[in-house]
Structure formats: C-alpha cells, structure tokens
C-alpha cells in the first residue's frame, strides 16, 4: 500500500503563487514600493515584506517611524536621493533547523525596501536614524525656506510699490 503525506498548506501556497501571476497584483506592488521583492517560490520561501511606517511633520523636521522587529542595525541601507527616502534591509529567518517542521510561518523575513518621496526643501546632509527596540526612526531636518517665518505686523501704511514702478523697473 503506498502512502502520501499529504501537506495542508500546499494547496494555500498554490493558490498565493496564482494570485502573484495577476498582473494586477504586480502592478499594485510597483504602486506600493514593493516590486521585484518576490523571494522565490520554493518551499521556505516568502514573498517579501513591507514594514509598518508612519510619517509625521514637526516644525524644523519630518519624522519618520518605521517596525522593524528581528532586523539588525548593519542589515539597514537608508539613502536620500533628491526628495526620495529609501528604507531597505532584510530580516533573516531565526529558526533555520532540519530538526523541525514548521506547520506555519506567519512572520514574514527576507528583504524589503519602503520608498518615501519628502518635499524638496530638505537638508540632506543632516538626517540622522536610530534604531531602538525594533523600532527605526529617521529625522529629516527641514531647510530654512521650508520652515513657516513668521510676518512683523508693523503700525501705519506698508509701502507697496505701484503698478507702473515694478513695470519700469523689471523693463
């Protein structure tokens, strides 16, 4: 008598690899950041993960908190090109043992990569990022011309030039 052993979960992971084949699931993913993530569709395998953030704006800066439990500092690449902020990096599978057999494997691991488009009136050069606790914050200083001025209320008539002055000057 031949016997099989027949794995509930298979028929979950075919119908996954089905939805990844709708294109209009990958166009999603490019809309969200997430395209090319696909990690590959052998067993162990996961499509990548993309991590909780939350984008916040203070005064002097824009803050942004991102999850990210399991992963560690040196397996994080941020980059500031022109106003787009890229959080990328890869949390490894923990419990890599021939010993067991997992049933389910509900956290997600492999790489990930979140983009941020900011306003252009920022200073690069000043960001900083701290990673306490699983949780990764990233401070981007505003630029002077980008933080609200306040406007001097003086007492009397303000000057403005006349109409036909910025004309003969600008001419």
């Known amino acids: ?11 979950l992971r075919g119908a996954q690899d ?4 709708n294109p ?3 166009l999603l993913a490019h809309a969200l950041g ?36 399991g992963v560690a500092r040196d397996d994080l690449w941020i980059t500031m090109e022109d106003s787009l902020l890229t959080i990328q990096g890869e949390r490894h599978f923990a419990h890599d043992s021939s010993e067991q057999q997992f ?7 492999g790489t990930f990569r979140r983009s941020i488009t900011l306003p252009a009136h920022v200073v690069a050069d000043a960001i ?11 401070v981007v200083p505003k630029a002077e011309e980008a ?20 004309a003969t000057s600008s001419g």
């Open 1 to 11: 008598m031949l016997r099989t052993q027949w794995d509930p979960f298979e028929d």
């Open 18 to 21: 089905q939805m990844d084949q």
């Open 24 to 26: 209009m699931n990958s």
């Open 34 to 69: 997430l395209h090319g993530q696909r990690q590959g569709a052998a067993v162990g395998s996961t499509t990548a993960w993309a991590p909780a953030l939350d984008i916040s704006e203070r005064k002097d800066a824009y803050l942004v908190t991102v999850e990210l439990p």
């Open 103 to 109: 049933h389910r494997v509900e956290r997600r691991f």
């Open 128 to 138: 900083q990022a701290s990673l306490d606790d699983g949780v990764l914050q990233v």
């Open 147 to 166: 933080k609200p001025k306040r406007i001097q209320v003086r007492p009397g008539h303000a000057s403005i030039p006349a109409a036909s002055d910025t």
